[in-house]
Structure formats: structure tokens, C-alpha cells
């Protein structure tokens, strides 16, 4: 639809025009530092930055409902740069002009509805939400939108040129860098460290395909972000792991499509998110409070963190109920199946304890909590899930085992419905079904396959028959009728087909 179609109350805000004035916030010494430079630390302290806009109260001036038309209205255009995570502009980069904007398809990701054998099953209504079926098939692609955007505006403002840019990962935030590096050859060239075999071969061919500098160290993904920190502490780099605000704001956008597509009402909604390095928890809580600031949404949802007994930093910091008494501690990981949030050492825990109160505070009650679940919980729901009809990763299995157990904590009431977060594709974890399917978990894992769950294909054979079509070999005539004949009544016998 082009502009002058639009009812003429809307047609003013569809291109976004709101006047920023970002700057990066030090969440330990409140220092503010120029957007224009690539920080990912605070320059005086060494801690941990965030976002703001120091025009943000101007956005306040348009009420909510506006916003949520203009929202609305805005997802009929046609240009590229507002379709994906900028159709949410004013509220995730609004110093990024459209040209800068780099859109590769991220972003407005379906929301799927659990069918009624698996909502029963779970107890609870809810829906996934597919992040899988971003570009690179994770969400990582709405923060690398969001921070390649920002590198792009820099280099065509000869803020910087000939950027490296470089990430450690657990799979997908070096599949996500790689891709959208790729796309800005030759001024954006990548460089990824991953953890030798902590990731899956789906996940290491992708960068491997955008043509990335791939880097294998022995250890875990904490062992790679220190490499990576002294690198960018040393060296000439553009750092995209979600240390980078960039990272997050762009993130956000998954709370502001949930708003949207519950039509900003998510009074009864509850957001069920993994939680690895939480940069994810803390970008979906910073998001919502944006919108809840500006008007946009009336109620802050409910959100639920789960993190496999394996990986548990944030939910042992959480277990203790006096915030006074709360104490970090960095753990030492075990295996998961829920490998791309294996983390011990989260770098995002100041933002999240930030967030955490602030957003209680905000709603006026607790909303956010924390869950535990076992390795086997998280693959058996995951494999139920795609029994029905879903395409969950192993962090989607987790977030169904954390709903469900949620649900048995009495933390979700009958009359809420739950969006939970498939954070990337069932088939970069293929390899864990294949493992559970043929019993062949390393014991570490504490992974013992259900029989009822696992499913294998059927070699069909059969027996007395003396020729069977081979490569470069088809069978023609009487031995070709005879194999079909055979090989189908096999098929029937063992599905116990009627004959017509
Ligand atoms: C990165 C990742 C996570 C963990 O997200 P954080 O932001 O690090 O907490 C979970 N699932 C998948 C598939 C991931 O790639
Ligand atoms: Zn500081």
C-alpha cells in the first residue's frame, strides 16, 4: 500500500522521524559515554553497558494506541528496511537511518498454537514462538541486524572503515555474525571462535559457508569469550557478542512482535525464555518495559528464565529469596543438549539483576522467575513437542520442560497462556535426536531415551527376492514387478494395512 492510502492520522508516523540521542550507560558507575564509538565496556570502570535514549520521553507524547496503529499500519509498507526488527524503529535504533538498515529477512516470527494432545499433556495453554526460522535459523539474527546496522551507519559516516569483526559462540551467534558479514563484503570481514566440538556440524558449517575466518579452541564457550576479550581489548576489532548493547536493542524486537501479535494486551500472556549468556532475558525484559514506559502495553507479562541443571548460574543466584544476601558464582558446566546456552559465566548477569528488580518494581509485584530442569526433561518434551507438530530446538524442549514444571510450582494460574521461545531450528540439533533415537548419549549427559519416543526407519528388504535395483542398475520387467509387489506387501504387513 503506498503512503497516501493510509488513513491520513497515520500517514505522518510511518516514517519513523523520532530524534535520538543515544548514549551507552555504565550499569556499575552510571558513567555516559558517545554512541559513535564501538564500546562494549565501560571505558572507566570495566563493567557492563546498555542503551539509552535521552529523547525517550518524547516518544511518550504520542499515546499508546497511536503507536500501536502506527505499528500496525507500518507492517503493510513495503520497504525493506521496516520490515524486519525496524518496523519497531523509534524503539530499537533510532539513530540508524533507513539506508543504513540491513534486512536479510529476520524478525515476525510465526507464533504457533500447541495442539489440544499437547496442551493437555502440558497442562497449560501456550504457543512457540519460532526463532528458528529466522535467516540463520536462530534469534541471534535480530541482535547481528541490529549491531551490523550500526556498523554500517558508522562506516558510511567514516566513523570507521575496514571493520573485523569477531565473536566467540556456541553455535548460532557465529552462524548470525557470519551471514550478515558476509553480506557487507568487502568492508566487513568476520572471524568466529567456537568451542572445538561443543557445537553441532549444522552450526559450524555456516559460518564456514559465509566465508568466515573459523577459529576452534579447546574448552567451553567461557574459555572462547575470554580470547575474544582480550582480543578486543588489544587489538582493532569490532566485538559482536552480546557484551555489545547493539546486540541487545535489537533483541527487544521479539517482545515488541509478541505485543503486537497479542494486540497489546498480555495481561494474562507468560514469556518462557532460555537462558545461556542472557542477553535474550535481558533484551525481552528491557523490551517490554520500553513498551509498557511509552503506553504501548498496560500490563509488564509474566516472564519465566529456565536453565538446564547442567548450565545454572542464574537460577542458583535467584534461589535465594533475600536480594541482600544474593551472591554470584561462575559454575563449571556439565554437557547439554541445550548446548547453545552451555554457560557457566554469564556475561549479561549485571544487566539481568539490573533488569530484574526494576521490572518487579515497575509491575508492582514479582514477574520474573527462574526455573530448573534436567537434560532429560528437555529432550523428551522437545521430541513431544515435534511429535506435535513443532519444530523445536533443544532450547525449545527446555522452555516446554520449564513451562511445565512452572506450571506444576503453581507459577502460571489456568488462565494464562504461555508464548514460549524455540530459539533456533530443530535441525541444527538433529544430531541429540540421532543420539537418543540409537541410545547413544555419553553418560554425562544423564540421558536415558524413553522407548515410546524413539523412532527409527525400517530398512525394507525383503528376503527371497534375488534382484533389487542398484545404483546405475534399475530393474526392469518381471524382477522390477516382483520387487515392487514384495517391498509393498512388506509396507502393509507391518502397518497393518486392509486391503480395498
Ligand atoms: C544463544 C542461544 C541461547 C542462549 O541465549 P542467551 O542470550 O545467551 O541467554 C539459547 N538458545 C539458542 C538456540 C541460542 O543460540
Ligand atoms: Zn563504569
Known amino acids: 500500500m503506498k503512503i497516501s492510502d493510509f488513513p491520513k492520522d497515520i500517514q505522518p508516523y510511518l516514517i519513523p522521524k523520532h530524534h535520538a540521542k543515544l548514549y551507552y550507560k555504565c550499569l556499575n558507575c552510571a558513567g555516559e559515554y558517545d554512541i559513535k564509538k564501538l564500546l562494549y565496556t565501560c571505558p572507566d570502570c570495566g563493567k557492563i553497558l546498555l542503551i539509552y535514549d535521552k529523547n525517550f520521553k518524547s516518544l511518550k507524547k504520542i499515546p499508546g494506541e497511536l503507536w500501536q496503529k502506527i505499528f500496525d499500519y507500518r507492517k503493510m509498507l513495503k520497504i525493506p528496511a521496516l520490515k524486519g526488527i525496524y518496523l519497531f524503529h523509534e524503539f530499537i535504533g533510532p539513530i540508524i537511518p533507513l539506508d543504513s538498515v540491513l534486512y536479510l529477512g529476520e524478525g515476525h516470527t510465526p507464533i504457533i498454537k500447541a495442539n489440544d494432545f499437547l496442551t493437555q499433556k502440558a497442562g497449560v495453554k501456550f504457543y512457540y514462538k519460532n526463532d528458528g526460522q529466522n535467516p540463520s535459523a536462530s534469534f541471534k539474527d535480530r541482535g547481528m541486524a541490529s549491531a551490523l546496522s550500526y556498523i554500517n551507519f558508522l562506516i558510511k559516516q567514516n566513523h570507521v ?90 533483541q527487544e524486537s521479539y517482545s515488541y512482535e509478541i505485543a503486537q501479535e497479542f494486540d497489546y494486551d498480555l495481561k494474562d500472556i507468560v514469556v518462557v525464555v532460555p537462558i545461556g549468556n542472557a542477553g535474550n532475558i535481558t533484551a525481552i525484559m528491557n523490551g517490554f518495559l520500553k513498551f509498557y514506559d511509552t503506553g504501548i502495553i498496560n500490563t509488564l507479562p509474566k516472564i519465566i ?175 522390477f514387478n516382483k520387487f515392487i509387489k514384495k517391498v509393498s506387501e512388506e509396507i502393509a504387513d507391518i502397518l497393518k494395512l486392509k486391503k480395498i
Open 161 to 250: 572503515s575496514d571493520i573485523l569483526a569477531i565473536c566467540a559462540s556456541t553455535g548460532d551467534t557465529s552462524a548470525a555474525a557470519a551471514l550478515y558479514a558476509a553480506y557487507m563484503r568487502p568492508k566487513v570481514k568476520s572471524a568466529v571462535l567456537l568451542p572445538h566440538k561443543k557445537v553441532t556440524p549444522q552450526q559450524l558449517s555456516q559460518p564456514l559457508g559465509s566465508g568466515a575466518a573459523v577459529f576452534e579452541i579447546p574448552g567451553v564457550f567461557d574459555d572462547c569469550m575470554k580470547v575474544v576479550e582480550s582480543l578486543s581489548e588489544n587489538y582493532n576489532i569490532a566485538l559482536l557478542n552480546s557484551k555489545n548493547a547493539w546486540r541487545i536493542l535489537g
Open 305 to 479: 528464565g529456565v536453565q538446564s541443571s547442567h548450565a545454572n548460574p542464574v537460577y542458583k543466584y535467584y534461589l535465594e529469596p533475600d536480594s541482600k544476601k544474593r551472591k554470584f558464582e561462575p559454575m563449571v558446566v556439565k554437557p547439554s543438549v541445550a548446548q547453545a546456552a552451555m554457560i557457566g559465566n554469564p556475561v549479561s548477569m549485571p544487566r539481568v539483576i539490573h533488569l530484574v528488580e526494576k521490572y518487579n518494581l515497575k509491575a508492582g509485584c514479582n514477574k520474573v522467575f527462574f526455573i530448573e530442569v534436567s537434560e532429560q526433561q528437555i529432550i523428551d518434551w522437545e521430541l513431544t513437542a515435534n511429535k506435535n507438530g513443532h519444530i523445536a530446538c533443544t532450547h525449545g524442549g527446555e522452555t516446554l520442560a520449564g513451562l511445565i514444571t512452572a506450571k506444576k510450582q503453581n507459577l502460571i494460574s489456568d488462565n494464562e497462556t504461555a508464548v514460549i521461545n524455540s530459539t533456533a531450528h530443530a535441525l541444527k540439533f538433529s544430531g541429540f535426536q540421532e543420539m537418543y533415537f540409537s541410545n547413544s548419549f555419553p553418560k554425562e549427559f544423564e540421558i536415558s531415551p524413553d522407548p515410546r519416543l524413539i523412532n527409527r526407519p525400517v530398512y525394507i528388504h525383503p528376503e527371497n527376492l534375488s534382484e533389487v535395483p542398484k545404483h546405475g542398475k534399475p530393474l526392469t520387467g518381471e524382477p
